[in-house]
């Protein structure tokens, strides 16, 4: 059974930093690009980040370019997203998204960035 598990969110002032943690199973995490994406209030669905299946290649949305960055780490199953100096806007669930023989998703981890 695939499980993608998030972790890492909160509250956060402004400027401020989170790394979140997304832990796979179920499927060979070492062949998968990985993908975050997160739902704003009252938004749709919107793609962060995205790494390749050996973590050569990396891609932002230019929303969070240079301030976020995906990493994974392969004998722990797991992909990271490091998120700096955040603004009000990064506001989301953030979600942990596989594309298998499904669409697979976590259960999200909330990121509240407020003063």
């Known amino acids: 059974e695939v499980q993608l598990v998030e972790s890492g969110g909160g509250l956060v002032q402004p400027g401020g930093s989170l790394r979140l943690s997304c832990a796979a199973s179920g499927f060979t995490f070492s062949d998968s690009a990985m993908s975050w994406v997160r739902q704003a209030p009252g938004k749709g669905l919107e793609w962060v980040s995205a790494?390749?299946?050996?973590?050569?290649?990396?891609s932002y949305a230019d929303s969070v370019k240079g301030r976020f960055t995906i990493s994974g780490d392969s004998p722990k199953k797991t992909v990271y997203l490091q998120m700096n100096n955040l603004k009000p806007e990064d506001t989301a669930v953030y979600y942990c998204?596989?594309?298998?023989?499904?669409?697979?998703w976590g259960q999200g981890t909330q990121v509240t960035v407020s003063s």
């Open positions: 790494i390749s299946s050996s973590g050569g290649a990396t």
């Open positions: 998204y596989w594309r298998g023989l499904y669409d697979y």
